[in-house]
């Protein structure tokens, strides 16, 4: 086991594309970090580098206490898991977690016993005599982790090995890689574009963006202290709603301005949180609220964190949870921010019509309840403590 060091790190390829732009990540021996950003941003490349598949423009990749950039993906003694499974189809399941012992010239007799072991640890004992073929896709996951468990490496890279799974077997998976990964104890870099697995699954989150790391953190600091507007919209599903505000100081009381017809007060622990929102008074703002933070309006909720008239668009009933999508007055911000946040064209699209047509769709968080009728005009308050502040030039958080 090692830690794994990022050193200032750049990658520019022949034609003069950058895809890392001076990383510096530490991974701590026997941590798990998870590699998250949209489809573009340079993970697979950082984990590459690691590898040894991609080579290293400038900066330098430290493996436990060796710097590492000159050496063959076979001398830095790590395993990596593809997305692909990369199994032989001839050969069978045992065959397939030790041939790379075998090609190290181990001992037939250890390696028998180190896949054995790894069988044991993956639940794949009674298939070992099997093909790849007769498993199933998740069976074949376990099959590409024991191959990699065997080898006793340094670190463990793991690169989108859940993509090819169904959602129900993904969920399992995850749980499963975590727990194996705790047992272990071996350093792991897992990329994935999938933030929810990067929430559930890590010690740590690092999120980039176009090869800049945004914001490297636990994910649940990740979630309630974003660095930036990006990170803010990247992580959590439903994504944090994100509209543009004025700030308003009456008498030295803070509020937002939201749209015309709505204002709500900044609750003080909003303002320790972001304690530049008192420089912007007068200007504008983007503001940052989870869906979760939204309450049902009731004569409980005090008037000045009630958002009032807005129309009820779709209800998604989830069993355990009701998410109301609500038509409001407010406007979205169209920034890069938000373009790489939503990492769908076609979704980003829809947002730049609605700021367009004047007004923005927000989506809110309930317990299960008697749903609203679509197209009904209702009132939802917001726990205004629980506000985020962002720069709309700059997408810093007003910290």
């Known amino acids: 086991m090692a830690r794994v060091v990022f050193d200032n790190v750049n990658k520019v390829y022949p034609d003069g594309f950058q895809a890392i732009f001076d990383l510096s990540l530490e991974i701590e021996d026997g941590e798990f970090v998870i590699l998250v950003g949209p489809s573009g941003c340079g993970k697979s490349t950082a984990l590459r580098m690691v590898a040894g598949l991609e080579s290293i423009t ?7 206490d060796q710097v590492v950039n000159d050496l063959s993906p076979k001398e830095r003694d790590i395993a990596m898991v593809f997305q692909s499974y990369a199994l032989y189809p001839h050969m069978s399941v045992a065959d397939n977690m030790g041939f790379a012992l075998k090609l ?11 896949v054995k072991d790894a069988a044991e640890v993956l639940g794949l004992t009674e298939y070992l005599h099997r093909k790849p073929k007769a498993l199933s896709g998740g069976q074949r996951q376990r099959v590409a ?19 090819n799974l169904d959602a129900k077997l993904r969920v399992q998976m995850r749980a499963e890689i975590a727990a194996l990964q705790n047992r272990l104890g071996v350093t792991t870099l897992y990329v994935t574009h999938d933030q929810v697995e990067a929430m559930t699954m890590g010690d740590r989150v690092a999120v980039l963006k176009r090869g800049v790391l945004q914001q490297a953190d636990a994910p649940q600091k990740l979630y309630d202290h974003p660095d930036n507007l990006f990170v803010a919209g990247f992580i959590g599903s439903p994504s944090m709603n994100i509209a543009d505000a004025e700030v308003v100081d009456e008498g030295g009381t803070l509020y937002v301005q939201i749209d015309p017809a709505n204002r709500m007060k900044i609750h003080d622990a909003a303002i320790d949180a972001y304690p530049r929102v008192r420089d912007y008074a007068g200007k504008r703002v983007a503001i940052g609220m989870r869906p979760e933070h939204f309450i049902q309006a009731s004569g409980d909720v005090p008037d000045d964190m009630v958002w009032r008239q807005l129309r009820v668009e779709l209800v998604e009933m989830l069993g355990a949870e009701m998410l109301v999508h609500l038509k409001t007055d407010a406007r979205h911000v169209i920034s890069d921010d938000v373009r790489e946040a939503v990492d769908d064209d076609e979704a980003f699209e829809a947002l730049q019509e609605q700021a367009a047509a004047g007004g923005a769709t927000i989506v809110a968080r309930f317990e299960p309840g008697k ?21 709309l030039e700059t997408g810093a958080a007003l910290r």
Not at 155 to 161: Q, Y
Not at 372 to 388: C, L, N, Q, R, Y
């Open 104 to 114: 190290s010239k181990v001992p037939q007799d250890e390696i028998d016993k180190r």
């Open 371 to 391: 749903p609203p009728a679509i197209h009904e005009t209702v009132d939802v308050g917001f726990k205004t403590e629980s506000m985020h502040f962002f720069d």
């Open 58 to 64: 400038s900066g330098q990749m430290i493996i436990g």
């Open 145 to 163: 982790m024991g191959r990699a468990i065997v080898r006793s490496p340094k670190a463990f890279l793991m690169d989108e090995p859940l993509s």
